[in-house]
């Protein structure tokens, strides 16, 4: 262990031999080896933890940067039984949850892991202050100024945060008010995605038609059609650029998840963040007369915020929360199913072949293209796999045994989706592949316990019917209109487009990207029908 650490130091040390120095790496050598060699040794029960050189800061470096691979090499570390394994960061330490039963447990028990606590920082990072987190999670009482029986908004007298999350829920889940978000949804692509009009996403042209850039083509439509969807025009009318704003926030959000520093207000996210606030604060401060194409869930939501007293920067923090979990998933999911479909000719056909049914008398039925898919289902189930990232996160409350291990109190559980999607003793060897009809071959794999790119429990996504349909009409609209090859000759030294990679490079919150510059070019022709 001091080899080790002289090794570490050694060029450092010739030149600075004093007494401290020396003293200084023994007592580091010392506490590396009582933390991670004899604790671990007289505590069997304790979840083994990932080993780290500097006390405090831990593995906070790596985690932000490539957390994957810092997640991997804890699973290396632990002889890849999928032991629960802790690793530290500066605020607290968090316990790695990667074995499908242990996975199940975690998400089955709301009281000794709670979502609440995390909700808290969540509100702070996003916007609260002291004051509105009070009132959000105040339950009108007789006699208080929001005590208001029988009314149509609150009509249960629940916190504020508790409705907020009822009324997302019944926004979401499958039913008439469902419906008619994906009405608007699918009218915006309608519009969006037109012939004449395709600016947003032409990179270049070709003999006979368009050459097209995959990511712009889904991150402009998708977001475009989640801001119509929630806010109708609104937005548009306060920014033009809105949309853009919001793919540069997106870009950056996970800075505002974990509360990256921003030392001299230099930071990525710092503008579109402050953009985004202003526009949804002169949102909520139009008269009501004046947001009538706005979705009920956003109207209900904000009108007993204003009831609760909750001031104006907290109330489009909210928004801007919702607005951000609406749009940030759907543009990348859909990059993927298309990045493989156009990859392979064979799958392009079975897909257009399956959306081309759903159209009767000019007229997508989404329903039946939702239900009656089964290749692209398995497409989409098979890319939300390989591609999903997020990380599902609970405060541990009271202590609880999962597998064999013991979790303290006041520390964190992490339930990391990719981990869970490239397990390799439910995926097999393949299981870093895409495999399009993995999930058609096997139809009870996507309920495996493994499988969550929705994460689970009480934050179980509420969005996951809508997401679907969301995706299924853009390839259904899409393919109606066009004609879309894999562009040919375009890829290096005119050869060959290679298929593009994850970027893994800062902490994934659902559906990870492309790396920036792996693009899909498609070349595109208008379609007559
Ligand atoms: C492929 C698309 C999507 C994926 C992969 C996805 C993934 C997730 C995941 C993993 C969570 C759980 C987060 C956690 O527990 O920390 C979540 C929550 C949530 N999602 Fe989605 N989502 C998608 C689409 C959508 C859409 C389209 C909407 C809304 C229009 C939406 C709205 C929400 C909301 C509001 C929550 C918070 C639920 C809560 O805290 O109770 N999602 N989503
Ligand atoms: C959750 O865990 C606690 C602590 O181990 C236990 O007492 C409780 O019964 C569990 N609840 C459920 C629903 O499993
Ligand atoms: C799925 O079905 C297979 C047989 O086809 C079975 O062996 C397996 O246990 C099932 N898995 C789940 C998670 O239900
Ligand atoms: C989607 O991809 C973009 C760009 O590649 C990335 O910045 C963003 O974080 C991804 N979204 C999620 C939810 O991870």
Sequence with gaps: ??????????????????????????????????????????????????????????????????????????????????????????????????????????????????????????????????????????????????????????????????LTEDVYRKQLLPGEKMDFLCKVFLESLTNTLNWENLDFCIVGNTEKGKLLSLQKLCRYTMVEATTQSLFGGHLHQLEPKIVDYMLRYNDNAWMVFFQYPDLFGTS??????????????????????????????????????????????????????????????????????????????????????????AWVDGKLDIKYLCSRSPNLDAIFNEALRCNGGAMVSRIVMEPITIGDKLLKPGNAIIIPSRQLHMNEKVWGQNRREFDAFRFKRQKNLSRHPSYRPFGGGNTYCPGRVLAKEEVFGFLAILFRRFHLNLAEGVGPNGGRQNFPSLDDSSPALGITGPVKSHDVLISTMARTT
């Excluded at 691979?69 to 607290?92: C, D, M, P, W």
């Excluded at 002291?130 to 929001?146: I, K, M, N, S, T």
């Excluded at 947001?291 to 869930?297: F, H, I, P, V, Y």
């Design 268 to 357: 990525p996210i710092t503008e579109p963040r402050r953009m985004l606030t202003k526009v949804l604060e002169e949102f909520l401060q139009l008269p009501d007369e004046e947001r009538n194409e706005q979705a009920w869930s956003i109207k209900t939501i904000t009108a007993w915020q204003e009831v609760m007293g909750i001031d104006l920067r907290a109330r489009a923090s909210v928004l801007l929360m919702i607005y951000w979990a609406a749009n940030s998933n759907e543009y990348n999911i859909s990059f993927w199913v298309l990045a493989h479909v156009l990859h392979n000719p064979d799958l392009l056909q079975v897909v257009q072949d399956e959306t081309e049914m």
């Design 1 to 162: 262990m001091i080899i080790e650490i002289l090794n570490l130091i050694g060029f450092g040390l010739l030149g600075l031999a004093s007494l401290p120095f020396v003293f200084f790496a023994v007592a580091v050598a010392f506490w590396r080896l009582w933390s991670f060699t004899i604790k671990p040794w007289l505590h069997p029960e304790d979840p083994v933890d990932l080993p780290y050189w500097i006390p405090y800061l831990g593995h906070s470096l790596s985690f932000f940067g490539n957390s994957d691979k810092l997640l991997e090499k804890g699973l290396n570390y632990v002889g890849r039984s999928h032991a629960i394994f802790g690793i530290q960061t500066l605020k607290r330490k968090l316990y790695i949850i990667t074995d499908p039963a242990d996975v199940s447990v975690a998400f089955n028990n709301n009281t000794a892991l709670h979502f609440d606590g995390h909700l808290n920082e969540l509100l702070i990072n996003f916007g609260f202050s002291g004051e509105a987190l009070r009132r959000a999670w105040h339950v009108p009482q007789p006699g208080d100024w929001c005590y208001l029986p029988g009314n149509a908004v609150n009509p249960d007298l629940i916190s504020l945060n508790r």
